[in-house]
T-cell receptor
Framework: EAQVTQNPRYLITVTGKKLTVTCSQN?????MSWYRQDPGLGLRQIYY???????DKGDVPEGYKVSRKEKRNFPLILESPSPNQTSLYFC????????????FGPGTRLTVT | GQQVMQIPQYQHVQEGEDFTTYCNSS?????IQWYKQRPGGHPVFLIQ?????EVKKQKRLTFQFGEAKKNSSLHITATQTTDVGTYFC??????????FGAGTILRVKS
């Protein structure tokens, strides 16, 4: 089954404790991205990757890191999480660039206390 | 950067009534995409419009792309409880970034 998976689905952590949210897709997609969703603000792009070893900043990259060492995986790293990073995070992939339909993962709800 | 505005933010309709959400971009779009997110779920792709003035239908849903390719609308005829959720439009910026509208939350009273 074609899908995007994310782990963990729920995470409660404390300020400053490094964490990684994994994302994996099995559709051989080139384009992957991370979004955060906050009430009233819609989906805001954090980082995106157009292929292996090619990443770029989205609209809200501060406080986040990503890597794309393999085509299927695109982890999101929070080196020192802060409460303002409490949000719902989605990973997405598409066959080519942003102008193509995005397939979203199930989401990760992160709470930073 | 590109901005995508979506209105209304929220709409509560009686089952059977029609519903429309509007999307306006600050720049001309190469295409526009629409997504639906059910409560507690993730966004799911509905449709993509590419041509100026394009109109596409999916059962009770009608999607339009403006002549200037800066605005779009989604119209649902005779809403049902299964239509509840948040509807997002999104447009690519410079082909690489995807900018989403804030979404319209639809609630349907049965």
């Amino acid at each position: 089954e074609a899908q995007v998976t994310q782990n963990p689905r729920y995470l409660i952590t404390v300020t400053g404790k490094k964490l990684t949210v994994t994302c994996s897709q099995n559709m051989n997609h080139e384009y992957m991205s991370w979004y955060r969703q906050d009430p009233g603000l819609g989906l805001r792009q954090i980082y995106y990757s157009m292929n292996v070893e090619v990443t770029d900043k989205g609209d809200v990259p501060e406080g986040y890191k990503v890597s794309r060492k393999e085509k299927r995986n695109f982890p999101l790293i929070l080196e020192s999480p802060s409460p303002n990073q409490t949000s719902l995070y989605f990973c997405a992939s598409s066959s080519r660039l942003a102008g193509h339909p995005q397939y979203f993962g199930p989401g990760t709800r992160l709470t930073v206390t | 950067g590109q901005q995508v505005m979506q209105i209304p933010q929220y709409q509560h309709v009686q089952e059977g009534e029609d519903f429309t959400t509007y999307c306006n971009s600050s720049t001309t779009l190469s295409n526009i995409q629409w997504y639906k997110q059910r409560p507690g779920g993730h966004p799911v792709f509905l449709i993509q419009l590419v041509k100026s003035g394009e109109v596409k239908k999916q059962k009770r849903l009608t999607f339009q792309f403006g002549e200037a390719k800066k605005n779009s609308s989604l119209h649902i005829t005779a809403t049902q409880t299964t239509d509840v959720g948040t509807y997002f439009c999104a447009g690519p910026e410079y082909g690489n970034k995807l900018v989403f509208g804030a979404g319209t939350i639809l609630r349907v009273k049965s």
